[in-house]
């Protein structure tokens, strides 16, 4: 047990420093919305912060939350549990690389990050009419989150993705209308033709699938493998799987992310070239704010 649990431990450390490594947050990023999409009524926003959460709110998720709150989002920390009473206030529920230990490189960060309870609350809250955006990632992230996934009928692989046909250095996905990989949806059509989305980077992640239903709106490429997040972490085809999913569920409706960074603004590399939402190459700042409209019911 205590050979494995070691082995694990190794295998996580190697594959969230390769995912990593190369990618830190753009602090000289600064967001712009130019006609925001509340100007009064503003919708209150839970920032979840009570689950070991690797992203936070003033951390390594403060560019995209500065811009949601440029669009007229009321964003609020919260580390309290998730209840019936802690979420009722809410609008949209926010979760971001949430982890089932203090630390991301613990043995145990990978193991569930909610109680049972919790999931259940939070699926009510949904059913009831509440909107959720669960963020995850590669390996640990998405052993931590499946609990939670699994209530909305989503499956997470809970391995690590990555494309061998990229070029060497290249650590981020290209996902484009052009490539077939960006897939028709509200969220990616936008409310006209300056909101649409043509080009997306992603940054490796983990793969999903959505119940009967749901819509994938961002897919991997046809050379695309999952590593598993166990030794000797096999790799499998990830072909076709995907990155993003949107669903209704009861009156409420729901967005889960295999990849974190396509909503922050990171820069990567020696040569600092931005990758996310503060790239000039991709569309991910409103891929962004197109998610948050469609879960505060801006679109239909």
Not at 88 to 114: C, M, N, Q, R, Y
Not at 122 to 132: M, N, P, Q, T
């Amino acid at each position: 047990m205590i050979m494995m649990k070691a082995l694990l431990l190794i295998s996580l450390l190697l594959l969230v420093g390769s995912a990593r490594a190369q990618q830190i947050v753009d602090i000289d990023f600064k967001a712009g919305v130019s006609q925001p999409a509340f100007t009064k009524n503003f919708p209150r926003v839970m920032f979840d912060e009570g689950h070991n959460n690797y992203l936070t709110r003033l951390g390594r998720y403060k560019p995209f939350v500065n811009l949601i709150e440029l669009d007229g989002y009321q964003v609020v920390t919260s580390r309290k549990t998730f209840s019936k009473e802690s979420l009722e206030t809410f609008k949209v529920l926010i979760i971001a690389d949430a982890l089932g230990a203090e630390d991301v490189d613990d043995a145990e960060a990978g193991h569930p990050a909610f109680a049972d309870n919790e999931c259940d609350a939070v699926r009510d809250w949904v059913k009831a009419g509440g909107s959720l955006l669960l963020i995850t990632d590669h390996a640990p992230f998405g052993g931590a989150a499946e609990i939670l996934a699994k209530r909305f009928g989503v499956e997470m692989s809970a391995g690590t993705t990555r494309d061998p046909a990229l070029p060497d250095g290249q650590n981020w996905f290209i996902s484009s209308r052009e490539n077939k990989l960006v897939l028709d949806h509200a969220i990616t059509a936008g409310r006209s033709d300056t909101e649409k989305i043509n080009r997306v980077m992603t940054f490796g992640g983990q793969t999903l699938k959505g119940p009967e239903g749901s819509a994938a709106f961002l897919r991997l490429s046809q050379t695309a493998v999952e590593a598993a997040a166990l030794p000797p972490n096999k790799e499998t085809p990830a072909a076709g799987q995907s990155q993003a999913i949107a669903l209704r569920f009861g009156k409420g409706r729901v967005v889960v992310l295999g990849e974190a960074s396509m909503l922050n603004a990171q820069v990567s590399g020696r040569q600092r070239a931005p990758v996310g939402i503060n790239s000039p190459d991709a569309d991910n700042q409103q891929l962004a704010l197109n998610i948050m409209h469609w879960l505060s019911g801006l679109m239909k």
